[in-house]
């Protein structure tokens, strides 16, 4: 079938490379591949911490004007 190894050596790589593609697009279209997690989102507006936003900074019984949760410039819970 093959007259040189060179012609062998050539299909068996053309054959990987082929297999290598199939691999990864099956691999990629697979809904049971694991997916990155979501991006978190904002606690609620009683919250002391916020993945987004971070640590409440707001004294015992009062709001913090600089505070990233409840300050008046804060995007905490609207995003």
Known sequence: MFDTFAGLATTHMLALVAG???GALVFLGD???PRSPAFPTCT???AR?????GRCTC???????DC???GTDSTHGTT
């Open 68 to 70: 990233p949760l409840h």
């Open 59 to 65: 004294a015992t019984g009062s709001d913090d004007s």
């Open 31 to 33: 809904p049971a591949r």
């Open 44 to 46: 609620d507006a009683a």
């Open 49 to 53: 911490w916020c993945p987004l936003h």
């Open 20 to 22: 290598f593609l199939l």
